[in-house]
């Protein structure tokens, strides 16, 4: 998540906790997969590198401690009312 709040790309093994993040399936790798990896690094462009960025800002702030908050705040609105 700190990656994708700097806007920076990345190449991350495909496990549980990345593929619930990640949707740019070029990211994602089989653990272990030496040679996918470095396809997958070969295959950024400079442009393909910064859609990423940004598209990683956008998709994080949802889960932003103030968008967090007031989802709980609803949540327990609904429970208590």
């Not at 190449?11 to 790798?29: A, C």
């Not at 470095?38 to 800002?57: D, L, S, V, Y």
């Not at 998709?59 to 989802?71: A, E, M, P, T």
Request: proline share 1%; net charge positive; charged share 25%.
């Amino acid at each position: 998540m700190e990656v994708m709040t700097s806007g920076l790309t990345y190449m991350v093994s495909k496990i549980r906790g990345n593929m619930d993040l990640i949707d740019v399936d070029k990211s994602l790798v089989m653990s272990g997969d030496v040679d996918g990896f470095a396809k997958a690094i070969a295959c950024m462009t400079p442009i393909k590198i910064i859609e990423i960025g940004q598209h990683n800002m956008n998709k994080v702030w949802k889960f932003d401690v103030i968008n967090v908050i007031d989802k709980m705040r609803d949540i327990y609105k609904r429970v208590v009312n």
